[in-house]
């Protein structure tokens, strides 16, 4: 069973803020389901977007409650490539939720899967 996405973002702005980074839901997706993309700025005008990880193909199991997140458009990138890309998904999925994390550091307070 996988926590609500909403106690989900409310986890995460947290972790986010709490670290000394500025996090701010963009867009509030739906409260039980809505897939979570992360947007990280490093202020410098690159960015990087996260969305969800696809289940894992390889048979391996995955623990229970954990989401895992991809990079769709990697650190580094200009910020306009991670608009863009959100522009696309909003299009295709309207429940989903957006934070924008602002970090120096680019930390993206997310668990990763693995390549």
């Known amino acids: ?5 909403g106690i989900f973002v ?3 702005l947290r ?3 709490g670290a000394g980074a500025f996090a701010a839901v963009r867009r509030r997706g739906a409260e039980e389901a809505g897939a979570v ?3 990280v700025a490093t202020q410098d005008g690159r960015a990087a977007l996260y969305g969800p990880a696809l289940p894992s193909l390889d048979g391996a199991p995955e623990e229970e409650g954990v989401r895992l997140f991809t ?3 990697p650190p580094g990138s200009p910020e306009s490539e991670a608009e863009a890309r959100m522009v696309r998904e909003a299009r295709y999925d ?3 939720w957006l ?3 602002e970090d120096r550091a680019g ?3 997310l668990d990763l899967a693995r390549d």
């Open 1 to 5: 069973m996988r926590l609500k996405s």
């Open 10 to 12: 409310s986890a995460l």
């Open 15 to 17: 972790r986010a803020n």
């Open 37 to 39: 993309f992360v947007i």
């Open 71 to 73: 990079p769709l458009v």
């Open 94 to 96: 309207s429940d989903l």
């Open 99 to 101: 934070v924008e994390i």
């Open 107 to 109: 930390r993206c307070f």
